[in-house]
């Protein structure tokens, strides 16, 4: 099995999905321990003296001005975990928990937070066991970070509240933790605090999106280039040229990926030859470069912000190398609450397009030949007709999701907490996004597909028919009277989920962007 190497300067987007998604194995590095070691003894000596410090002995929030004495401090730690358990709704996903979990020991192994190398070796431990929290959907504000999500997870660390086994099976933690022959931690001093305060479960879930969203960019990018071959489109546009005089990056990289998937098409500007030949494509056609391409330059700037946020220590307070340990507003979600909002604008816009490219395939007054819906004998089939009342349903619910959850804020804590980020909300309602853009694309897909075999006489590009092949071969049927339609569309969604798609196109083309 994969092991991922904790060490005290971060991680990297593709430790948090091996460890995530693939069960990689997780162990502390040498350098870790003694850094957690050396961070300890410095709270143990604050703790000692008389002198309140925040986190380490007074309470928590608008709490702080409580001085704690020292024989009610570890009943201080239990206690805001367990008061912070508090989520409420249906459970998160376990990929979402393990990357929470795994990015919580990243921080806690930076060495700035004060906890013993015991508490890091035991959440090490339970990602191991393959022990897996129960955390609810509602909870988080973003500030002070993920703040009920981290404590369900540090409550199973104890040996409390319930969990999810190996077997899938969820039970109380202490019993799995027993199984597994882990013994559950007895907080001291800043150590609860440490396992709640950050922006763990959004910076996961904001990596996990940006790897999904980079394989349905490029999904998007066969599937307008198979819809411009149905409507005997012109690849004219796709020139390097046109996209070197507009430098944007991602610009370039989609219509780079069009194009390659284009070539050798017959019926590419075949429009010519029409009695009314075009002067131009529709936009839904002609500028699926620029809108793609800008969601493509978003998530490089989202990857930018989650790669510092994957190299940070996000806790408070912190222990300094200097041996000061001070207060601070790292944890707040701001600055990936905003990426996660700005990647659920542009997944809807993507969206947006390859249903109008869709619904132009289907309109026989603008299909330039095509059958009606795509039907076999329109007027006693349907054809794709629903398909796309499904696709448009889809789309009005991204661009429901689109709207800034990073532009709430609700005060708490008794007003300390007075601005927060509502990243986590942000974060959960991108993955409903990517859901909902993955459904899109398979139905473009579907509809693409049925109409460059309707075009009798014509033949495709390679890469096209190479598509074309692969996703009947997985099930998903070609031209024909109507049928039970929702199996189909089904087999197409997986198609595209899993990057089938991009390997059957990728083993013409080569790698595409």
């Known amino acids: 099995m994969h092991t991922v190497v904790v060490g005290t300067s971060g991680t990297t987007a593709e430790d948090v999905i091996a460890v995530a998604r693939g069960n990689a194995r997780v162990e502390l590095s040498g350098e870790a321990l003694e850094a957690l070691a050396r961070s300890r003894e410095i709270v143990d000596a604050l703790a000692a003296k008389p002198e309140p410090v925040y986190g380490v002995s007074t309470g928590f929030g608008a709490l702080a001005s409580r001085h704690i004495s020292p024989e009610l401090r570890a009943q201080l730690q239990r206690n805001i975990v367990r008061s912070h358990a508090a989520g409420m709704g249906p459970r998160v996903e376990r990929e979402v928990v393990r990357a929470l979990m795994f990015l919580r020991l990243k921080t806690v192994a930076s060495g700035h937070t004060g906890v013993r190398p015991s508490v890091a070796q035991t959440m090490a431990d339970v990602l191991n066991a393959g022990i897996t929290p129960v955390v609810h959907e509602y909870g988080s504000l973003g500030c002070s970070g993920d703040l009920a999500p981290l404590s369900h997870c540090a409550l199973a660390l104890m040996g409390e509240g319930d969990a999810e086994g190996p077997d899938g099976v969820v039970r109380p933690a202490g019993e799995l933790l027993a199984e ?3 013994e559950p931690v007895e907080l001291r001093e800043k150590e609860g605090l440490a396992l709640l305060n950050g922006t763990d479960g959004m910076l996961g879930m904001l990596v996990m999106a940006l790897a999904d969203l980079g394989k349905l960019y490029t999904s998007a990018d066969i599937t307008a280039a198979l819809t411009l071959e149905a409507l005997l489109g012109t690849e004219k546009v796709l020139a390097p040229e046109l996209h070197a005089i507009r430098p944007h990056p991602g610009q370039g990289a989609s219509a780079a990926n069009m194009a390659a998937v284009l ?4 019926l590419v500007r075949h429009y010519q030859e029409e009695t009314a ?3 131009q494509d529709a936009y839904s056609v002609r500028c699926a470069p620029q809108v793609a391409g800008a969601g493509r330059d978003t998530m490089a700037h989202a990857a930018l912000v989650a790669s510092r946020e994957l190299a940070s220590a996000v806790d408070n307070p ?11 507003g ?3 979600g701001a ?7 700005f990647l659920a604008i542009a997944a809807a816009d993507l969206g947006s397009i390859a249903e109008r490219r869709t619904d132009r395939l289907l309109d026989k007054n603008r299909s330039h030949g095509l059958p009606p819906f795509l039907a076999d004998d329109a007027g006693v089939d349907s054809g794709l007709m629903i398909a796309q009342y499904t696709q448009a349903a889809l789309v009005s619910e991204m661009k429901r999701l689109a ?10 804590s008794a007003m300390q907490e007075d601005h927060v980020s509502m990243g986590w909300s942000a974060a959960r309602k991108l993955r409903t996004a990517v859901d909902n853009l993955t459904r899109i694309i398979a139905i473009e897909l579907y509809a693409a597909t049925r109409a460059i075999e309707l075009r009798h006489g014509l033949t495709a590009a390679p890469a096209s028919l190479a ?6 071969a997985a099930g998903v049927q070609g031209p024909g009277p109507d049928r039970f339609l929702a199996p189909d569309l089904a087999a197409a969604d997986a198609f595209v989920r899993t990057g089938a798609l991009v390997a059957a196109v990728e083993s013409v083309t080569g790698p595409l962007a």
């Open 180 to 182: 597994a022959g882990i």
């Open 263 to 266: 070539k050798g098409s017959g």
């Open 277 to 279: 030949p075009r002067v």
């Open 318 to 328: 912190v222990v300094l190398p200097d041996g000061r340990v001070e207060s601070n």
């Open 330 to 332: 790292n944890f707040h």
């Open 335 to 341: 600055p990936v609450a905003y990426v996660l909002d």
């Open 403 to 412: 709207v800034p959850a990073s532009a709430d804020s609700i005060p708490s």
């Open 467 to 472: 598509a074309i092949e692969a996703v009947r």
